[in-house]
């Protein structure tokens, strides 16, 4: 775990695991071929120890889940989802797949 962050809870996807930090942030680690860890462009490489996933500023998750190849969080305001978008997985309303979050859309 990154020091001085406490993991509150643990969600295991097929390909990446992400994590709730009491800090109020996610942190995802494993294979990233899709966007799967929400911390920037698609490496198809393997990452070891958890991840900061990259929020929009301001932005604390109170929850979060990881999927097939994709992720979802929680906030106070809009839900937040990234990774592979086939069949509009991420809920942004694209194909598109998405290697930081973006909101889905609807939500609030």
């Not at 993991?7 to 996610?26: D, P, Q, R, Y």
């Not at 929009?56 to 839900?79: K, M, R």
Request: aromatic share 10%.
């Amino acid at each position: 775990m990154p020091l001085g962050v406490t993991f509150v809870s643990i969600s295991a996807g097929t390909t990446a695991t992400c994590a709730l930090g009491t800090n109020g942030k996610g942190y995802c680690w494993g294979l990233d071929e899709e966007g799967q860890l929400g911390n920037g462009p698609a490496t198809s490489r393997i990452q070891w120890a958890p991840s900061e996933v990259v929020m929009p500023t301001g932005t604390f998750f109170t929850g979060i889940s990881a999927a097939a190849s994709n992720g979802c969080a929680v906030t106070a305001g809009p839900a937040y989802c990234w990774g592979q978008n086939r069949w509009s997985a991420v809920g942004d309303g694209t194909d598109v797949f998405r290697h930081v979050p973006v909101a889905v859309a609807g939500s609030r």
